[in-house]
């Protein structure tokens, strides 16, 4: 049973997070994807993974995502990467941590790197979706979706199509996040961080392209980078086999002398 606890980070903002805690070890830092919350199978696997390993973990929720207090209509990438930030600095603290990021949460552990580049020693992404806001919504909505965002601010799109059995789900998406997602373009941005990264994505992934991490890799350019494309993955590799993957990815991490 998970034991959820609350980082308060302002006057008004509590999120809800999940931790194991160690004065001076090595943690893995997970962020979450768009709408997601830590009550998946991801952020449960890699605590236990870090619990085996005598590792330190953090998992949060963003602002508005799951139990966190905030409202999900007023949050953005730059509100949600400095929850990120502050939520680092608070569990993790001078500690040194591998980032795993998941769809969105890549994107948010990008922007980790104007930060904290002394300390962070690895990244991994699964279905990695950096600028994904312009790239794979706005781009691709009808002229009515986009005039309907302009002029109310906000659209409620829908995922997914019955007849075709795909599953369904709806989202909320406003102006302000479009916009400000165009505030925190980082796939021009180089990082010259000797590190280890890896990009897990999945071959059959419907949300994501796998180019999207292909970029990710491109923005490293002293890095030992490897592209993992798993047969048969879909965009979140929860699945027990594909998450063995990448603690096999994780072990080599914690053992590579880069």
Known sequence: MKKFKYLKISRTKKLRYIDNYYKKKLYIVFLPGFMSDIEGKKPTAFKNYAIRKKMGFLA?????????????????ISEWSN?????????????????????MGAWISLNQFRYFKKQIKGLIGIGSAPEFLERLMWKKFPKKIKKEIKEKGISIIKHGDSKFRQKQYEYPVTYQL???????????????LKINVTMFHGQKDEVVPVSFSRKVLFLFTKAKKKMIVVKNGDHSLSQKKNLKKIFKELDSFRNSSF
Request: hydrophobic letters at 25%; glycine letters at 12%; proline letters at 0%.
């Open 60 to 76: 949060f929720e963003y602002s508005g995502h799951g139990k966190s207090s905030g409202t999900f209509t007023k949050g953005n």
């Open 83 to 103: 929850d990120a930030k502050k939520s680092i600095k608070k569990i993790v603290k001078k500690n040194d941590f591998i980032l795993i990021g998941s769809s």
């Open 178 to 192: 479009i916009k400000d997602g165009r505030k925190n373009k980082v796939l021009s941005k180089k990082i010259n």
